[in-house]
């Protein structure tokens, strides 16, 4: 059976991160929101507030979902890019998710988010240096130290995690 929570597995941190891989990772950050626009385009409201798993949120919520994250993450990457090793806020992104601005709003802005977003994301990192790669931030509820490049590459999968949250509910419902 298919797991509907993590229909591309859980994140793995890549042992080794290549300049092939951090290529891969912005391809997949610079071509997320039209895949994702794509992906919700022809959805009507009632498909758009169906959850992709029993208990799970609803593709509109996905879709607005990925655009706070998306910005935190920018906003994050750029406190690496100007700080010394920051602690950066955390947010309750479930809290957020049951928001009415994520619940009922129509997804058109937060897809212009998303293009924004990645823009200016992909801009960025296409401009890092390799010293650039290894800049840190500290995520305050666990801890850890995160570099630049770790969290390109979570990223790179969060944005191919909530795609296929939407693209297997609609291969499940015959959306196509």
Known sequence: MNDLRYPIGKFTKPEVITEALLNQFISDIETFPLRIKNAVNDLSDEQLDTPYRPEGWTIR????????SHMNSLMRLKLALTEETPTIKPYFEERWAELSDSKSMPVEPALK???????RWVVLL????????????????SGREFTIAVNTALYAWHCNHHLAHITTLKKSKDWN
């Open 61 to 68: 919520q996905v879709v607005n979902h990925c655009a706070d």
């Open 126 to 141: 296409k401009s890092l240096t390799e010293k650039d790669w290894e800049r840190k931030f500290i995520h305050p509820q």
């Open 113 to 119: 988010m998303l293009e924004g977003i990645h823009k």
